[in-house]
């Protein structure tokens, strides 16, 4: 071995000794120092360490029910929440009945919900031209081949109620079978869907659907059961915003989708309607006030309508609490072509849940129509429902013990205590 080659071993182990050298500064910004051997094996140590902490998992939180909603996987603890979510995401859905919308209305509310189907037939042209209201007292204005507003010829909705006065108008729940529960009410949430009714040979045609906002100043009920309309465009300008015989311009609407007729057999469309402004939460009256009578020529403030000896007259109005009242709502607009002539291609289910103050001088019994919606406590304080929550909670970590893979049942005696203080609470209130 020569002197040279003594020299570059010696360079190359000085330069490996500086390149894993860790700089040290001290307190007083002293320049960096290099390390021992020991020294610097501990250090790298403790790098291992650092580094195998940085790159473990993060600590997850310990697990809790997370409760599905339309608007992302976030625990919701309080049911009246997590229901209402349900109810705009899927009105159908089983989870969606007794919904409350979740406001700082203070007093307790019972909950109905109203189910039913129109029957679709289309024109002589094979078109179908409807708009689907939200309101179960005003639900839906369908366009018709000919004759008065009074009696149309050719009524493309079958299901339900017409107006007396305005056959293309129709409703699902008079205000005498909603007060007979109700003395007030909203609807919480409501929706359609559609379903094929034809075969597949015979099913063709496009349908195209939006959604539109509802206006401010709908009919009362009474005005349209007593009033004839001067057209169809008029009534439904009123309602919706738009004439209803043209929704052949549908397309033209942002919110528009259409869809082929073909669709409908692979499976169900289904739309939900939304509250568009605050005012849908305001309750509706369930009284028709449009016949009230009250002092002649005053102007009821709260109604915004005037009043003569035979009651309030307003041409366009019934008042803001109106039983078909539509303020804050969306309408779902329908327009089908290219369909088989005067035939059922599909059909709309319809559904409104609704919530609202007991008539305490109504009716008593079940009301057509109306189902009333389960719920745990209707009228008076939660505090039992709490209670029994809380006890029950003391027994949640005796079922995690018992449904544990790894449980060898050790330790049970901890796990007394709590079933016990639960069995006792339960027996206190009765329930168990």
């Not at 039913?116 to 179960?136: D, H, N, Q, R, Y």
């Not at 009821?300 to 003569?308: I, Q």
């Not at 018992?402 to 060898?408: E, I, Q």
Request: glycine share 8%; with cysteine; net charge positive.
């Amino acid at each position: 071995m020569t002197s040279d080659d003594v020299m570059l071993g010696l360079s190359g182990f000085c330069a490996q000794v500086i390149q894993q050298a860790i700089p040290m500064t001290g307190k007083k910004g002293n320049p960096p120092l290099v390390l021992s051997p020991k020294a610097f094996r501990r250090a790298q140590r403790r790098a291992a360490k650092r580094a195998k902490k940085r790159s473990a998992p993060a600590k997850q939180p310990r697990n809790r029910p997370v409760a599905p909603s339309h608007f992302g996987a976030k625990p919701m603890a309080n049911a009246t929440v997590r229901c209402y979510y349900e109810a705009l995401r899927d009105p159908f859905a089983p989870t969606a009945i007794g919904c409350r919308t979740p406001d700082a209305h203070a007093f307790p509310t019972v909950c109905y919900h109203f189910k039913t189907t129109f029957t679709v037939t289309s024109s002589a042209t094979g078109e179908v031209k409807c708009t689907i209201l939200p309101s179960p007292c005003l639900s839906a204005i369908s366009a018709y081949g000919s004759g008065t507003m009074a009696a149309p010829v050719d009524v493309q909705l079958s299901g339900g109620s017409p107006f007396a006065q305005n056959g293309p108008v129709r409703y699902l729940i008079d205000p005498t079978e909603m007060a007979s529960k109700l003395s007030e009410y909203r609807v919480v949430a409501w929706g359609i869907r559609l379903l094929a009714k034809d075969t597949a040979t015979n099913t063709k045609g496009k349908i195209y659907i939006a959604t539109i906002p509802t206006t401010a100043n709908a009919p009362s009920w009474n005005t349209l059961n007593t009033v004839t309309a001067s057209g169809l465009g008029v009534v439904s300008e009123y309602c919706c915003g738009y004439d209803v015989g043209y929704s052949s311009n549908l397309p033209n609407l942002p919110s528009s989708k259409v869809y082929s007729m073909q669709d409908l057999l692979n499976g169900e469309i289904q739309v939900s309607g939304l509250p568009l402004t605050p005012a849908w939460h305001d309750f509706r009256g369930t009284t028709d006030r449009s016949v009230l009578t009250w002092n002649t020529g005053q102007v009821l403030a709260d109604e915004g309508v005037f009043n003569n000896t035979t009651g309030l007259v307003n041409a366009t109005a019934g008042g803001r609490k109106d039983v078909a009242s539509l303020r804050g709502g969306m309408a779902i607009a329908i327009w089908a072509s290219g369909l088989p002539a005067s035939t059922n291609e599909f059909d709309i289910d319809i559904v409104y849940h609704l919530e609202g103050s007991p008539n305490i001088s109504g009716t008593s019994g079940s009301t057509a129509g109306l189902i009333p919606s389960a719920q745990a406590v209707v009228i008076g304080s939660s505090s039992v429902v709490e209670e029994v929550v809380s006890k029950v909670r003391l027994a949640f970590p005796l079922i995690r013990h018992l449904t544990a893979k790894d449980s060898n049942h050790g330790g049970m005696m901890s796990y007394v205590q709590p079933a016990l203080a639960l069995a006792k609470g339960l027996s206190k209130m009765g329930v168990y």
